[in-house]
């Protein structure tokens, strides 16, 4: 492995400087991710390995993060599951035909084999390996139980998430059953992935901040402490990212993992307090600041830095998915002044 940094500060191990990636950060404020996508359909180009490997390595080529993510979805699991999965052109994000809202829906959906029914996904993580040739670490990732529940019940994006709340508070049991099938179907899909070779896994909890605290434990974090104990590691470190949830930060840090990401609405420091003894920390710049000229992103990234201070357990990102419209220079900018700000703190 050529850098290895980004694995080494997973587990709280010394390195020179800060290592950095970014959520989505394959996708589309890269021109070559557009010529790729401008060709090809959403849901082919996941299904591609050549193509999901082209598109996965391009930000280590062009933005040189410290990490690959494979290039794929979290809405591929429930598909596996047996929902028809639909992503058109300009209308809205993806969505499934018909949502699952009744005890028959939930209980004609399987627990996939992923070596099976989401054997693209290995594939493609298994090509990414070959051809980083150890240039950086591959991440593999999956949504969380509660988030795929959320998106399988309301049959796509929601503001209010009115179907999966009514079904929470009218009939609890219904959303357990849910959950524990995606629990198991989770834990089985991310043990592939890091047969097939990725060396970190992320699950990305990006609803359970609209839960209150007391049904973020009881439907979101339960089922994500099943998954991180149900998983064949092999030593790949577990990434909790769970937005809009500082009020859990103890009770996320205590699931098993070894990272637990942040939104920008907590303050590093304040977290490194709470929790940075266990757990290392990845995050948090709001990645709005990416709009700003390259003098400001690199004072914001300075800030963030010397909150966390000085040791390793950090690994820089920002506090949720790098927007479409992002100009790439201030990518480049942004990964750059992690890499030069950071050295004072090692
Ligand atoms: O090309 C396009 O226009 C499609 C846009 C797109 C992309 C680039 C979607 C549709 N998914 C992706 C890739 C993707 N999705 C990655 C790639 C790896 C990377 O570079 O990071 C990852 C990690 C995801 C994960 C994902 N998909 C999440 C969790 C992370 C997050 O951003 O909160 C979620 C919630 C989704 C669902 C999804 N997929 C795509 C869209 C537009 C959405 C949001 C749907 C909605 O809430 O309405």
Known sequence: MINDLFLKACLRQPTPRTPVWMMRQAGRYLAEYRAIRAKTDFLMLCKTPELAAEVTIQPVDIVAVDAAIIFSDILVVPEAMGMELIVEEGKGGPRFSSPVRTSSEIAKLSVPDPNDKLKYVMDALSLVRKQLNGRVPLIGFSGSP?????????????????????MIYNDSHLAHKLLEKLAQSVAAYLSAQIEAGAQAVQIFDTWGGILTPDAFQEFSLQYIRQVVSELKTNGAPVIIFCKDCSHSLEKIAATGCQVVGLDWTVDIGDARTLVGDTVALQGNMDPTILYAKPEQIREEVRAILSKYGKGPGHIFNLGHGILPDIPVEHAKEFVQAVKEESVAFH
């Open 146 to 166: 509660w988030t795929l529940a959320a998106y399988m019940v309301e049959g796509r994006g929601s503001k209010n998430f009115r179907y999966i709340k009514e």
